[in-house]
């Protein structure tokens, strides 16, 4: 009889834990179609300990707030989807928060400050490498193409993928390789598209 009500309790036990689990995924699930109507969304953390991540995601609320921006944000620390996606996706190799503007991933505050600093943000948004090169303005031709054919820079070249030059987020100077933070400012860092030390020299 005992053995009985242990094993009852056990499965009820079971029960509860499988359909809060069920409940938060369908939560979690539902947060990805109205991601989907934006623009502009991010991952965060609400609990995050590390510093810098809660700094640049304190400045990043601030900003779609002052730009009066749309957007979604996934708290990460609710949501087990937004875990596994952001693991696969191997995001987490970044620092928090994680940006991307018409579903493209361009990295974390550093970079979405480099953008906002060479006034590439709004046409960005608006996808207006779609009609010409936002590095020498010249009207794009096909979509087959992937590079402008007058200068030769990618399209989406603000896409956190396959950057090679390191610079300070801060000094905005070049930096060696195997840096890991800029010897005068102390920050850490970070890995973006040489066209951006072309766009530094030309302004």
Request: charged fraction near 30%; aromatic fraction near 12%; charge should be positive.
């Amino acid at each position: 009889m005992d053995q009985d009500i242990e094993i009852e309790k056990e499965i009820n036990a079971m029960m509860i834990q499988r359909f809060w689990r069920l409940k938060r995924n369908i939560r979690a699930a539902r947060q990805v179609i109205p991601s989907l109507r934006e623009k502009f969304h991010f991952f965060y953390s609400s609990i995050s300990v590390n510093m810098k991540a809660t700094t640049s995601t304190q400045k990043l609320f601030t900003f779609v707030k002052n730009k009066k921006l749309k957007y979604f944000a996934f708290n990460l620390c609710d949501n087990l989807l937004c875990q596994q996606w952001v693991k696969q996706q191997r995001l987490n190799q970044d620092p928090l928060p994680f940006i991307f503007i018409n579903k493209i991933y361009i990295g974390s505050m550093d970079e979405l400050q480099l953008l906002i600093d060479f006034k590439l943000f709004d046409s960005i948004l608006n996808q207006e490498y779609l009609k010409q090169c936002l590095a020498c303005k010249t009207p794009r031709e096909s979509f087959e193409n992937e590079k402008c054919l007058n200068c030769q820079t990618n399209y989406i070249f603000f896409e956190k993928k396959g950057q090679g030059v390191k610079i300070c987020p801060k000094c905005r100077e070049k930096q060696d390789d195997d840096r890991i933070k800029c010897e005068k400012c102390e920050v850490e860092c970070i890995r973006i598209n040489k066209i951006f030390i072309h766009l530094q020299e030309i302004q």
